[in-house]
């Protein structure tokens, strides 16, 4: 978690009663992007690109407008590409589940795309990456 406090020096730690959410660590506020990798019943793999609203050292949230994608107890594969790390364009890949969804009310709704909040516990350790540049292009 020394990695992180780079990223929030200047940001509140959110008071949320750890009996409610059910983490055994502090969880801190962020906004980077985060690509899921979501293998179905089936074996295919569907892809989505979310964005994390926040991180524990066992677990984080992050929004998606796909929620039919989702269900609990589902292993997903998160990589979270770090802002601000471009001397090293780095990600950190996390294999996780999920452990709640829940419906976000954003200022602006979208009722064509509504938000969904997906919490999810990590299964292992985060691995860093480095990312190839042409890794941004579009998701197929």
């Known amino acids: 978690m020394e990695f992180f406090k780079r990223f929030f020096s200047g940001k509140k730690q959110q008071e949320i009663p750890k009996s409610l959410y059910q983490r055994d660590y502090d969880r801190f506020p962020m906004e980077f992007e985060v690509l899921v990798t979501i293998v179905d019943s089936n074996g295919e793999k ?4 979310a964005e994390l609203h926040d991180i ?3 677990g984080a949230m992050f929004f998606t407008r796909i929620p ?3 269900h609990l107890d589902q292993t997903l594969h998160l ?6 790390t471009d001397d090293v364009r780095g ?3 996390a294999e996780s589940s999920i452990v709640r969804m ?3 009310n954003p200022a602006v709704p979208e009722p064509s795309a509504p938000l969904m909040g997906i919490a999810v516990k990590f299964q292992k350790a985060f691995e860093f990456e480095r990312v190839d540049r042409n890794f941004f292009g579009d998701i197929t």
């Open 102 to 104: 829940q419906g976000v």
């Open 56 to 58: 524990s050292g066992s």
């Open 46 to 49: 569907h892809y989505d690109r």
């Open 79 to 84: 990589k979270i590409f770090l802002a601000g």
């Open 68 to 70: 039919e994608k989702y």
């Open 91 to 93: 990600c950190i890949k």
